[in-house]
């Protein structure tokens, strides 16, 4: 019996799960310079947590959630975000209690039961920033430059910023009961015509072509945001030209997670096909109420990592080797010299040296083999009459060469040789 990874998942291996880990690196740097703090949260919750924080009404909520009782009854879901459960923490151990904003930054998985396709997986990675506490422009264009310069960092061109604003509770209401009137008169099925009812706004989110002809003139929020909103809107704007950020104005952009409010945005790149979201994000100010807690205005975002590497892949950028590389490889012949040589390699781990062995009591030539193929230049080659005469041969790999280094000194030779 063979068993596969489940459907949507996979499985990253070396050497392309080290791009994955320095793409998960690289796109954190840029908030950790900006002083937020990391949290891990458990990768399950009380079912409750999503099913308020995320939407009764979203996709995520309503159909997508790997929802298990445990033994006890009680009802868990494998998270489909981390936002709901970065905000839990905060309330629970009372964060925003001490200085505001807090900020925060995570990376994990997250888990959706989704129709599994390129790009689009039941398991994926994310990594996201999140700044609660605080309602101020400048929070939310800090979020989005540093969701830039990680993209940018890697390499990566082709990164388009979309940028919206929801209005909030002053402003939203007028705007979804006009939009609610627009929709109600459009030629629907019955599961649109049940959402326009829950929350129009995910209308204008629908991908079909017959759905998106038939929005051409619905009305928008720009059009409907108060006065307070508006400027809002226009110093996020303000902020980001002046830092030199590139972005589009897309007044259709909605999110589909229930609780953004004002500022939303999203990372697309156009080489990767109908999945075309990096990364998104938003302003969430009522979402601390929804969970129980005190009015707590935020922002954050969510990059996709397995979306990031597919980007990276569609602009050429993978070729590099983030491996840490093998410097030195040992081959031991004999019961004593192996004993000799597992001491050693300890020794040049210890020293910085990146280093392997022979396992597996192979003989000379497969170990040679082996030291070939690890890509290490040097190797090093200690058989019983080295041992004997406290010595071990050194042979550089790529030029063959081979000289005897007394074993006393081998440590600090290859320390010289690899620096
Ligand atoms: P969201 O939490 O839906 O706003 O997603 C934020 C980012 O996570 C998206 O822009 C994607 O890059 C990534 N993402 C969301 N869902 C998936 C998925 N099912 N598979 C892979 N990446 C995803």
Request: aromatic content about 8%.
């Amino acid at each position: 019996m063979s068993f596969q990874a489940p459907k949507g998942t996979f499985d990253w291996l070396p050497p392309t799960s080290e791009q994955v880990l320095a793409v998960r690196e690289a796109l954190v740097a840029p908030v950790r310079r900006a002083g937020y703090g990391y949290i891990e949260t458990p990768v399950f919750e009380d079912t409750q947590l999503f099913a308020r924080g995320v939407g009764e009404s979203t996709d995520i909520v309503s159909k997508e959630m790997y929802t298990f009782p445990d033994k006890a009854g009680r009802s868990l879901t494998l998270r489909p975000e981390n936002t709901a459960s970065v905000l839990r923490a905060v309330l629970q151990h009372g964060l925003h209690n001490g200085r505001l904003p807090v900020k925060l930054w995570y990376s994990g998985s997250q888990f959706r039961y989704e129709r599994a396709q390129k790009g689009r997986y039941r398991h994926f990675w994310q990594v996201g920033a999140e700044a609660l506490g605080a309602e101020d422009p400048a929070l939310d264009a800090e979020l989005v430059v540093l969701g830039v310069q990680g993209f940018a960092a890697l390499g990566l061109t082709r990164v388009r910023l979309l940028l919206n604003s929801l209005g909030d509770r002053a402003c939203r209401p007028a705007y979804r009961a006009a939009l609610q009137e627009f929709l109600r008169g459009l030629d629907l099925d019955a599961d649109t015509r049940a959402r326009i009812e829950i929350n129009p706004l995910r209308v204008l989110d629908d991908k079909r072509p017959e759905v998106q002809a038939q929005l051409t003139g619905a009305p928008l929020v720009v059009d409907h945001l108060c006065a307070a909103c508006k400027a809002y809107h226009e110093e996020v704007r303000s902020l980001l030209t002046a830092s030199g950020v590139a972005f589009e104005d897309d007044p259709r952009l909605v999110r589909g997670l229930d609780y953004y409010t004002r500022t939303t945005f999203e990372f697309v790149h156009d080489g990767l096909g109908s999945q075309s979201a990096v990364g998104g994000g938003g302003r969430y100010d009522g979402l601390s109420e929804m969970l129980g807690g005190p009015p707590l205005p935020s922002v954050g975002w969510a990059l996709g990592v397995d979306r990031t590497y597919l980007a990276m892949e569609a602009e050429g950028l993978l070729a590099g080797d983030t491996a840490a590389r093998l410097q030195v490889y040992g081959v031991a012949l004999g019961d004593d010299a192996r004993r000799r040589m597992f001491l050693l390699v300890d020794e040049l781990r210890r020293a910085g040296v990146n280093t392997d062995m022979a396992f597996g009591g192979k003989g000379l030539k497969g170990a040679m083999k082996g030291a070939g193929r690890s890509g290490a230049r040097f190797a090093l080659i200690l058989g019983e009459r080295d041992l004997a005469a406290q010595a071990v041969q050194l042979k550089d790999l790529t030029t063959a060469e081979q000289t005897e280094v007394p074993l006393a000194q081998v440590v600090d030779v290859l320390k010289g040789k690899v620096q």
